[in-house]
């Protein structure tokens, strides 16, 4: 399949769009009620216009114009071509070092700080690794969808983003962070455990088997 079918395949099954729009807020409103009791809900609850004015709009920005434009880079294209060369698993160790890199002169122009920069990258490192395994997950069981991995990268950013999620729970963004980030890594470590480091690539093998 060429870069550009990737980056164009939406024909794939529902479950593709419901594991990447719907499993992470909903599993995530989950662990925080654990965490923090009734209160998120509650304000969910107070809070329910918000879902229409500011984080269906973040949502609908970042898959436009930002994730679904990067996975063609990420999953598509770097992703895709070390897959080819080295599998699945040091494909999305390699891929995250290229997208960690490329998160550095973004926190910087935020923070102002190397320091503050250096400690935010340390924080993400293993839940970008984490991301990067679900994301080559999402795309090869989607049959090399791009779209598939964008949906949930802009989702996952949608949650995390100030005027997204964390406007409408009433919690601190740093909390939502660090609650999506341990999600993150527990998904991809029972991906990447499920699938015995496969992470959804069909084996030559399975192309010829009886259906």
Known sequence: MTWRARSFRWRVPL????????APPLIFLICVTALYGRAPLRAL?????????????????????NNVAEEIG???????????RHGPPR??????????????????VETRSWMATAT???????????SRFIVGWLYNSAGSSV????????????????????????????????????????AAAIIAIATRGRLGLKRPSDSFAPR
């Open 15 to 22: 479950r593709g769009y419901a594991i990447s729009l719907l």
């Open 45 to 65: 609850g107070q809070n329910w216009s918000l879902i229409f004015t500011s984080f269906l709009p973040a949502l609908l920005i970042m898959i436009l114009l």
């Open 74 to 84: 990420w999953a598509g294209f770097v992703f895709a071509r070390f897959q080819d």
């Open 91 to 108: 494909a999305a160790l390699l891929t995250t070092v290229f997208f960690w890199l490329f998160h550095v002169p973004s926190f910087y």
């Open 120 to 130: 935010v990258l340390g924080l993400l490192l293993l839940p970008h690794l984490g």
């Open 147 to 186: 779209l598939i991995a964008g949906l949930f990268h802009a989702m996952h950013n949608a949650i995390v983003n100030s005027t997204g999620l964390v406007a409408i729970v009433g919690l601190p963004q740093f909390d939502v962070l660090m609650v999506m980030a341990g999600l993150v890594v527990l």
